[in-house]
């Protein structure tokens, strides 16, 4: 994004415009964010307590690829906002079975609580620093998340598909560093102007949410059995 300050017909800059449109998108986000985790951690409570079972890993990704297609595709009308809530809804169902097996758990509950803390701390934590002068430009990065986040993903569903349980926590390790790097990334991209849709933004910092939930709670959960 240039720095230039641009001048409209009155001769006034358009800095401060930008700026409050930009910190405009930020809010909103935030806003959704909040929404959407609530009623993610919601449907995932519920979930748990009804003891649904898991809808299997094809369907999975089914419904999370259709779903984030469907809320890409929608963006930019009211129906996009459906369409959000629809996503982060199924994700937290799928949560639901796992989070009952690990409440099933002697240290379950403390298991649980302290990934779901550590996670709000961090998220909270890395969108105040990079927003902050003392950040890295995350921005540059962005190619290397995405391969990064690709492979991890490829070597997650062969840690599935061929039961490798070291493999699996490598993988969960990798996902931690890779969405603390995703949540300052688009947290830059939207203060300085390269994401200008809030409902796209939500997306991307709510799926770098629950990944890293779900990853440090995989973590949690073998430290807990090797103590």
């Keep these: 994004m240039s720095t230039e300050t641009q001048l409209n017909p009155g001769g006034q800059t358009n800095t401060a415009g930008t700026a409050t449109a930009q910190h405009g998108v930020l809010r909103n986000t935030y806003r959704l964010l909040s929404l959407t985790l609530a009623f993610s951690a919601v449907t995932a409570v519920t979930s748990a307590a009804l003891q649904l079972p898991h809808p299997g890993l094809l369907l999975t990704l089914a419904g999370y690829f259709g779903l984030l297609f469907l809320t ?5 009308s009211a129906w996009g906002l459906a ?3 629809a996503l982060t809804g199924f994700m937290g169902y799928t949560l639901g079975p796992i989070l009952s097996a690990y409440l099933s758990l002697p240290n379950g509950p403390a298991l649980v609580a302290t990934a779901m803390g550590v996670t709000g701390v961090v998220f909270l934590g890395l969108s105040a620093y990079a927003r902050s002068d003392r950040a890295p430009d995350m921005l540059r990065f962005g190619t290397f998340l995405f391969v990064g986040i690709l492979a991890a993903f490829g070597l997650g569903l062969a840690a599935i598909f061929f039961s490798l ?3 699996s926590l490598a993988v969960s390790g990798l996902f931690v560093m890779l969405m603390c790097g995703l949540i300052m990334y688009e947290t830059q991209n939207i203060v300085r102007g390269g994401e200008t849709n809030y409902i796209m933004a939500t997306v991307t910092l709510f799926v770098a949410v629950f990944n890293l939930f779900t990853s440090l709670l995989h973590l949690l959960g073998f430290m807990g059995d090797e103590a």
């Excluded at 890409?72 to 930019?76: D, E, G, K, T, V």
């Design 165 to 167: 349980p070291a493999l």
């Design 72 to 76: 890409s595709y929608l963006r930019n």
């Design 83 to 85: 369409s959000v809530f």
